[in-house]
Nanobody, 124 residues
Framework: QVQLVESGGGLVQAGGSLRLSCAAS????????VGWFRRAPGKEREFVAA????????YYVDSVKGRFTISRDNAKNTVYLQMNSLKPEDTAVYYC?????????????????WGQGTQVTVSS
């Protein structure tokens, strides 16, 4: 069993930055891929970014490419999402999720464990 806890959300002005963290406990998730998803008000949850087990391969939704960076520190059992040049449309609850394999993509069914989410609000 893996427990995931997100942190780092908050209120920021458009153009600002935030770094989200996803800390795992229960067992290491160094051998599995991890993804970030988000749910904006009134919308379905959508994929944001994913990183493979080693950190050597990353994958982003087009709307965040060039602005967001996913990374991981397996020694700390933590995955990060650096978000720069934030826009009001990035406002959402952000969730991290651990996949069942070492590589993963954008589909929710690829992920077995989910955190509770952290709120990100970007003001215009």
């Amino acid at each position: 069993q893996v427990q995931l806890v997100e942190s780092g959300g908050g209120l920021v002005q458009a153009g600002g930055s935030l770094r989200l963290s996803c800390a795992a406990s229960g067992r290491t998730f160094s051998g599995v891929a991890v993804g970030w998803f988000r749910r904006a008000p009134g919308k379905e949850r959508e994929f944001v970014a994913a990183i493979n087990w080693s950190g050597g391969r990353t994958y982003y939704v087009d709307s965040v490419k060039g602005r967001f960076t996913i990374s991981r520190d397996n020694a700390k059992n933590t995955v990060y999402l650096q978000m720069n040049s934030l826009k009001p449309e990035d406002t959402a609850v952000y969730y991290c999720a651990a996949a069942r394999s070492s590589y993963s993509g954008s589909f929710e069914y690829e992920y077995d464990y989910w955190g509770q989410g952290t709120q990100v609000t970007v003001s215009s």
